[in-house]
Nanobody
Framework: QVQLVESGGGLVQPGGSLRLSCAASGSIWRINFMAWYRQAPGKQRELVARISSGGSTNYADSVKGRFTISRDNAKDTVYLQMNSLKPEDTAVYYC???WGWGNTDWGQGTQVTVSS
C-alpha cells in the first residue's frame, strides 16, 4: 500500500507564496514521474507541473515563471514552490506519483486559497 502525505496548503494574499510538499511511503519503488495537479470548483482537474526521475520538468502555461517543482529522490518527496500567487490559483492541489510498472497514486489533496 502506498501513502502520499501532502502539506503546505492554506490561505495567502495575492502576490504571496506557498510551498507544498508531498511525501511518498509504503510499498512504492522506482518512482518515475511526480506531479502536482489542481482542481478548482466547477472545473476539471488539470496538470500544474511534473518532474521526471532525472529532473526534467514541464509546467502548465498559466504557472510558468511563478511555480517551481522539485523533488528529493532520497526522501521520495516532491515540492511545489508557488510564488506571485493569483486568485485564479485557488484550488485543491493533488500530488500524483507514477511508479513501478505503470502504477499511479494520488494524494488526498490540500486546499490553496488566494484571497485578500
Amino acid at each position: 500500500q502506498v501513502q502520499l502525505v501532502e502539506s503546505g496548503g492554506g490561505l495567502v494574499q495575492p502576490g504571496g507564496s506557498l510551498r507544498l510538499s508531498c511525501a511518498a511511503s509504503g510499498s512504492i519503488w522506482r518512482i518515475n514521474f511526480m506531479a502536482w495537479y489542481r482542481q478548482a470548483p466547477g472545473k476539471q482537474r488539470e496538470l500544474v507541473a511534473r518532474i521526471s526521475s532525472g529532473g526534467s520538468t514541464n509546467y502548465a502555461d498559466s504557472v510558468k515563471g511563478r511555480f517551481t517543482i522539485s523533488r528529493d529522490n532520497a526522501k521520495d518527496t516532491v515540492y511545489l514552490q508557488m510564488n506571485s500567487l493569483k486568485p485564479e490559483d485557488t484550488a485543491v492541489y493533488y500530488c500524483n506519483v507514477q511508479w513501478g510498472w505503470g502504477n499511479t497514486d494520488w494524494g488526498q489533496g490540500t486546499q490553496v486559497t488566494v484571497s485578500s
